[in-house]
């Protein structure tokens, strides 16, 4: 953590942690699911680990896209040279 970053990018890894760390737990309730019992648990764990996982980097990916914005400031727009004809 940088001196100037404040509570948004604690905030942004700390869900991101959590999302990651649910979606662990929802794979291994995915993966015990898993049998004659039917495919609908099994589903349902499946699809909360897909949404916990990519939520959790997206949460990272935010965090890092800001903070680079923070460090050297907002992106330079194309440059276009125009030629006399």
């Known amino acids: 953590m940088n001196d100037q ?3 948004t990018g604690e905030i942004l890894r700390t869900l991101g942690l959590m999302l990651n760390l649910s979606a662990i737990v929802a794979f291994a309730l995915f993966l015990s699911t898993l ?3 039917g495919p609908g648990p099994s589903a349902l764990a499946a699809a909360i680990t897909v949404v916990a996982f990519l939520a959790s980097l997206a949460c990272f990916a935010i965090d890092r896209r800001r903070t680079e914005e923070e460090a050297y400031g907002p ?3 194309p440059v276009t040279v125009a ?3």
């Open 5 to 7: 970053d404040g509570g």
């Open 35 to 37: 049998g004659p019992g």
């Open 75 to 77: 992106a330079a727009s």
């Open 83 to 85: 030629a006399e004809v």
